[in-house]
């Protein structure tokens, strides 16, 4: 078992309490703040993180090979195709 000296800390200007984290690649992945619904994109390996969009009560992120899809409060669902995610198309 490695010890906790093998973890790199990435800082960051987000002061909220962040909550769950998915990559789609090795640059690209989302971060969502618990409560607050705010979802974060980096596009440089978490090197920096950038407001990507606000909803109330993400509860869940997760992605599948064609979609990346939010869950949270009260039934709401969304999902955002990947190729707009990593390429912006």
Do not use: C
Request: aromatic residues 14%.
């Amino acid at each position: 078992m490695q010890s906790g000296n093998d973890w790199e800390i990435i800082s960051t200007d987000i002061t909220e309490d962040l909550h769950d984290i998915e990559f789609v690649n090795n640059s690209v992945g989302f971060i969502y703040s618990y409560g607050t619904g705010n979802i974060y994109r980096t596009t440089d390996e978490g090197v920096s993180w950038e407001k990507n969009n606000d909803f109330p009560d993400i509860h869940r992120i997760t992605e599948t090979d064609k979609y990346i899809w939010i869950a949270g409060k009260n039934g709401f669902i969304a999902k955002m195709k990947k190729q707009y995610v990593i390429y912006g198309e």
